[in-house]
């Protein structure tokens, strides 16, 4: 499997009862998501670094890295994460941001976010997913966090969430 993570390539699973679809985004791509960065950031303060943050994550080349977004069957961008593949003993998908939107019933999109979390790092052949503790900056995000990761096979360790894949 390649480790490109600025592939095209659209992937989808079931979740819920619903068919959540996620892709690697190139710099091209990201101007699109600047309404969902301003709709799942109460605060503003994700939406005024967006660009810059976004462009800076994908420039660095030293650690294959990008940034995944998540939509719902509808097409609705719900959520969306930065992530990198350490080059360490064994391979690591390591989450940097998160962010997701809630539209249904709670946690649903959270749920799904973290089912392709764990896709994604299959797909890039990793053995294991680290979510790093200050992925979320939002306290509800947080405590959201804190009380689903469990469900979806996340265990805490030093601050972060870890997952074997």
Same mark, same amino acid.
């Given at each position: 499997?390649?480790?490109?993570?600025?592939?095209?390539?659209?992937?989808? *699973?079931?979740?819920?009862?619903?068919?959540?679809?996620?892709?690697?985004?190139?710099?091209?791509?990201?101007?699109?998501?600047? $309404? =969902?960065?301003?709709?799942?950031?109460?605060? @503003?303060?994700?939406? !005024? /670094?967006?660009?810059?943050?976004? =462009?800076?994550?994908?420039?660095?080349?030293?650690? $294959?890295? @990008?940034?995944?977004?998540?939509? /719902? +069957?509808?097409?609705?961008?719900?959520?969306? =994460?930065?992530?990198?593949?350490?080059?360490? #003993?064994?391979?690591?998908?390591?989450? #940097? !941001?998160?962010?997701?939107?809630?539209?249904?019933?709670?946690? !649903?999109?959270?749920?799904?976010?973290? %089912?392709?979390?764990?896709?994604?790092?299959?797909? +890039?052949? /990793?053995?294991? %997913?680290?979510?790093?503790?200050?992925?979320?900056?939002?306290?509800?995000?947080?405590?959201?966090?804190?009380?689903?990761?469990?469900?979806? @096979? =996340? *265990? !805490?360790?030093? @601050?972060?969430?870890?997952?074997?894949?």
């Amino acid at each position: 499997m390649s480790t490109d993570l600025q592939s095209d390539a659209h992937l989808s *699973v079931p979740v819920d009862g619903l068919i959540w679809s996620w892709r690697a985004l190139s710099s091209a791509q990201l101007e699109p998501l600047l $309404p =969902f960065v301003l709709a799942a950031d109460p605060t @503003g303060a994700d939406a !005024r /670094c967006w660009k810059r943050d976004a =462009f800076a994550w994908l420039d660095v080349r030293q650690t $294959p890295r @990008g940034i995944t977004s998540v939509q /719902c +069957l509808a097409g609705l961008t719900l959520a969306l =994460f930065f992530h990198t593949v350490p080059q360490t #003993e064994g391979r690591r998908l390591a989450i #940097e !941001r998160l962010r997701w939107l809630e539209l249904a019933r709670p946690h !649903r999109s959270l749920d799904a976010l973290l %089912v392709i979390i764990a896709e994604q790092a299959r797909h +890039l052949t /990793c053995d294991e %997913v680290v979510i790093a503790g200050g992925a979320v900056t939002e306290q509800s995000a947080r405590s959201a966090l804190a009380e689903r990761a469990e469900t979806a @096979g =996340f *265990v !805490r360790d030093r @601050g972060n969430w870890r997952r074997p894949v």
